[in-house]
């Protein structure tokens, strides 16, 4: 069967997870996105399957890099708080490690076991509104299925939401994420004041590391680290970026060795370093974030890259330029234009 939310081809997702929730004695739910509206219509369910001492968990595969609004916040917290406290393993997890935008729905009883997949998020809009395709997974598949979500729950790529530091879009800590008041600090100068004509100069393609999502152009969406001081898993810095260059590239005489300054297009003045093997590694002294900001502002304010979200092939196509041009003045600097 096929649930696709129209009356023609499996009707409405969200007649299936009514039932299924009904005769379940085990749950595990692993979405990209939820809505509030669904949390509070099934947090009933998920305590009593806990209760009855049943598994009990759900994973919110995009909330440790997107966030959540605080109602939902604090709705899903309160919900892991209760289904911890009957038995281990029960709760609400997020991923950490990098993103989760699948959709698998677990449900399990002494007499039967139903896994469906598809693109069905735990939503209002996944489960009855938008045209979906969500299939039951048949019976010689759902071990790997099964397998998956251990896999998926498991400590090497999901913790509990208690445990990940989340923010709520708009808040305080929300905006200091974002912030990027450190190019402020930065040394200024009149950018006609240069003229490139017949200067050499080579050309980095974010294009070839845009289509990484974990690239070092979005560290961001790698693994989170741990923080001691507040116990809690927190995504890399979104402005932090390193650009990796191809040999191609350092092997010419006009690539930086060491230390250099960038003389941007827009008056800044950045102070730069190329380290590792070959001078690969171009990055910003004193930050990796000071590259990153002064990537990520211009993609941003041109309305190309929405905050909390990957640089894609899309993102410079919206942007209308995949390149960085290094222009070398003199040696150790550089006119960078981007």
């Known amino acids: 069967m096929t649930y696709t939310n129209t009356e023609e081809f499996g009707g409405k997702f969200l007649d299936t997870v009514d039932r299924q929730f009904k005769g379940a004695e085990n749950v595990s739910i692993a979405s990209g996105y939820t809505s509030l509206d669904i ?97 039951r997974v048949s019976d010689a598949q759902s071990d790997d299925l099964s397998s998956f979500l251990e896999f998926l729950f498991g400590e090497s790529n999901s913790t509990l ?60 969406f790698g693994k989170g680290r741990w923080t001691r001081s507040t116990g809690k898993v927190t995504p890399r810095p979104w402005y932090e970026v390193e650009l990796i260059t191809p040999s191609s590239i350092t092997s010419s005489d006009i690539y930086p060795k060491g230390h250099f300054d960038a003389y941007t297009d827009d008056g800044y003045i950045i102070p730069m370093t190329t380290n590792g093997d070959y001078h690969k590694n171009i990055r910003s002294r004193g930050g990796l974030q000071i590259l990153g900001m002064w990537i990520k502002k211009k993609l941003q304010d041109s309305g190309a890259l929405i905050p909390l979200t990957p640089v894609t092939q899309d993102t410079l196509d919206l942007y209308g330029r995949e390149n960085i041009r290094f222009y070398k003045i003199e040696e150790g600097k550089y006119y960078v234009t981007f």
Do not use: W
């Open 39 to 135: 949390l509070l219509r099934y947090k009933p369910e998920f305590l009593r399957i806990a209760k009855n001492g049943g598994v009990a968990k759900l994973l919110v595969g995009m909330a440790f890099y997107e966030g959540l609004s605080q109602k939902k916040l604090d709705l899903l917290t309160d919900l892991s708080s209760e289904l911890q406290e009957t038995m281990p393993g029960n709760g609400v997890y997020v991923c950490y490690t990098r993103k989760f935008h699948g959709k698998v729905y677990n449900f399990s009883s002494d007499s039967r076991k139903d896994l469906y997949l598809g693109s069905s998020n735990f939503s209002r809009s996944g489960l009855s509104e938008n045209i979906e395709a969500t299939i």
């Open 161 to 220: 939401i208690s445990n990940a530091d989340i923010v709520v879009p708009g808040s305080r800590k929300f905006k200091e994420r974002l912030s990027i008041s450190t190019l402020d600090d930065l040394r200024r100068y009149d950018p006609y004041a240069i003229n490139t004509e017949g200067l050499p100069h080579f050309d980095y393609s974010l294009s070839r590391v845009a289509n990484n999502e974990k690239s070092s152009l979005n560290v961001y």
